[in-house]
Structures are given as C-alpha cells and as structure tokens.
C-alpha cells in the first residue's frame, strides 16, 4: 500500500522452457505456521504466497500455504464473456458449482466491472512442492523460512489465452503480466504500518485483484 521496505526478506524468480512456466519463492519466516489442510480453503488467513497472471480478459490465481495446501480460483471479466468466447466453453458454464460473481476486495468499483470467479477450476497439470527450514507450528524456536516451487504447462493456459490469442508457449520478447505476494498474519508491531500484505509490484489498494499492476515480465532467452 505504501512502499516501504517489508518485514522479512521475500523472493521470487520466474524461468520458462517450451513446455512450462516455473516460478520459484524463498520467503524468510522466523516463525513457520500452518493450519489449513483442504484444497481450496481460504489459506490466505493463514500465512501463505501467492502468484497471480494476466490474460486480457482473464486472470487465474494460485495460493500456497507451508502445508502446500493449494486453493485456486479462474476469474473472467463479466464484460468479455460473451464476447470472447467464454461462454461457449463448458468448463465455464455459470450454472457449475462454486461458480460466483466477484467484485473484488478492497477495491470494489474496478473500471472493468464485476468478474466470474471459478473456483471450481483447477489448472491442468500444475505442479508445485513445498519445503521448510524449520519446525512448523512450534512457537519456542526461531525458523528460517521456506521455499515454493510451481511448474505450469503452457497448454493448460489456453483459456488465459482466450482473450487475445497470445502464443503458448510465448515468444521471444513477448511480455505478460503476474502477480507475487505473500500474506502475514503476524505483523509487523506500531509505528509500523504493516498491511500484512506485501507484494513485489504495488497496489495502492488493498486488494490483490488488479491487474493492470501486476509485474511486468518479458520473456527472453
């Protein structure tokens, strides 16, 4: 929200073949914590990163707790899904179960309007592992942190894709937009304004749903 310097050191990397996007985080943490096991739980109220990307009428997000319990969610903008083909597709029919409409989080009145969250939708093929340096849930010590791990096939973003008809796997040069963030219970204590929320691009809102400023990121060889 304000730019100044997080609490604990958060690292990310984005490599690419032609086959996946690998993204990789190394997140300080001196006290490791965990408490949500079921796929698709609100793991955002535990301590968690999260990973965002950007299709033009279209974004898909992934979260991950140390438990590498996963929740994700496939967002379309209500203005683009008849036009863009959406609602030809099944796995978006609006009829599905966990299918809502979503006006985001912090910020409500997005100039783009409401949007269809799927959470019912998983990406074909991901990967992703988890390890810790530490002890999880065990408050009388002092961690080190943990590290993630995702691996995304290119060809399970066609949906992404819909919208604009970029190529999968991108080409030299092209440039998208994702999102990486983690969320913190435990703050940082006053004088510090500590959101909890800490992302490598800035907001300027509460809320992780605009993409327009996402990261920047240019595909090169």
């Known amino acids: 929200l304000h730019g100044t310097e997080a609490r604990y050191d958060t690292r990310a990397a984005v490599c690419w073949d032609d086959s996946n996007l690998y993204v990789a985080y190394w997140i ?3 006290n490791l914590q965990a408490s949500l096991t079921e ?4 793991i955002y109220r535990d301590n968690d990163v ?3 990307i950007a299709g033009s009428d279209a974004y898909y997000e992934f979260e991950i707790n140390t438990f590498g319990t996963i929740y994700e969610v496939f967002f ?7 036009s863009k083909g959406y609602a030809r597709m099944s796995e978006f029919a609006r009829d599905r179960e966990k299918v809502r409409a ?6 409500k009145n997005h100039p783009r309007g409401p949007r269809i969250g799927y959470w019912n939708w998983d990406f074909p093929g ?3 592992a988890v390890q810790y340096q530490g002890t999880l ?5 002092t961690d080190k942190g943990w590290t993630v791990e995702l691996s995304l096939p290119w060809k399970g973003m066609q949906a992404l894709a819909q919208g604009d008809g970029r190529s999968l796997p991108p080409r030299e040069g092209d440039i998208w937009r994702m999102d990486f963030s983690r ?7 006053p004088p510090a304004n500590d959101s909890g929320g800490w992302a490598w691009s800035p907001h300027m809102t509460w809320d992780s749903h605009v993409p327009e400023c996402f990261t920047v990121i240019k595909f090169n060889r």
Do not use: C, H, M
């Open 28 to 30: 300080e943490e001196p």
């Open 39 to 42: 796929r698709d739980a609100p």
């Open 50 to 52: 999260e990973f965002f």
């Open 76 to 82: 379309i903008w209500e203005e683009a899904y008849d």
């Open 102 to 107: 979503f006006r985001g989080v912090g910020f």
């Open 126 to 128: 991901l990967k992703s």
């Open 137 to 141: 849930n065990d408050s009388t010590d």
């Open 183 to 189: 969320f913190n219970q435990q703050k940082a204590p």
